[in-house]
């Protein structure tokens, strides 16, 4: 589904990515880990389109959004790809409902449709009752699982999370990490997951191991 092929990326004379290759399956978990300063998060914003490397294309099932104006781009990476970050990102003045609905509002869906979709999944999440509730009124967990729904809202072909679980508590973590296999199972999505978790990492599809701006190992665990 996502080729990476020959990604390299500086920034002045510290090279972050160095010749990276690699492909992401549809409706696999995928993991990458690795020590600080390997290049994991700046690999996930090249794969996000959220970053442009040096040199080396990024393929979504064949087409090089590398080579998309700003606007297609734009347009791409909303309806095909979903973003979690450490720190949810909800916008605080808003509620749950209308964090997740924003998303599909700026792809164009109609506001009724929106809203639909948008309570759907936060009754998925087990956050039925809490829809009109702003961030703050919200655990941690909670947050996160909001986060997951606006990642979710128009239907991506990847979600991609950079330290989903590193604010939660144990609980809370495990909750998640079980969201994402349940998602996997149900739903057939597909998830990349920069992560320091050992215990998420294990439980992933495959492992990708990163060092010095490398992949250096690529493990099946399923």
Not at 48 to 65: E, M
Not at 154 to 176: I, M
Not at 178 to 198: A, G, K, P, S, Y
């Amino acid at each position: 589904m996502i080729k990476i092929r020959n990604i390299n990326k500086s920034y002045g004379a510290l090279q972050v990515l160095d010749n990276v290759n690699v492909d992401i399956n549809r409706g696999e978990v995928v993991t990458i880990v690795g020590p600080s300063g390997a290049g994991k998060t700046t690999l996930l914003q090249i794969m996000g389109t959220l970053d442009s490397p040096d040199s080396g294309s990024v393929l979504y099932d064949g087409q090089d959004v590398l080579s998309m104006k700003d606007s297609s781009l734009a347009r791409f990476r909303n309806q095909n790809i979903g973003f979690v970050f450490q720190f949810h990102q909800l916008l605080p003045e808003f509620t749950a409902l209308e964090n997740v609905m924003m998303p599909a509002l700026i792809g164009g869906m109609k506001q009724k449709e929106a809203s639909a979709r948008a309570k759907e999944l936060l009754e998925y999440m087990g956050l039925g009752e809490r829809l009109d509730h702003k961030p703050a009124e919200l655990s941690g967990g909670e947050r996160q699982r909001a986060a997951v729904a606006r990642a979710l809202v128009n239907r991506p072909a990847v979600v991609l999370a950079d330290e989903p679980s590193g604010s939660l508590d144990t609980k809370n973590k495990q909750e998640l990490h079980n969201l994402f296999f349940r998602l996997r199972d149900e739903m057939q999505q597909t998830f990349v997951i920069v992560t320091h978790d050992e215990t998420l990492a294990s439980d992933a599809d495959r492992v990708l191991y990163m060092r010095d701006g490398r992949i250096v190992n690529d493990v099946i665990k399923k």
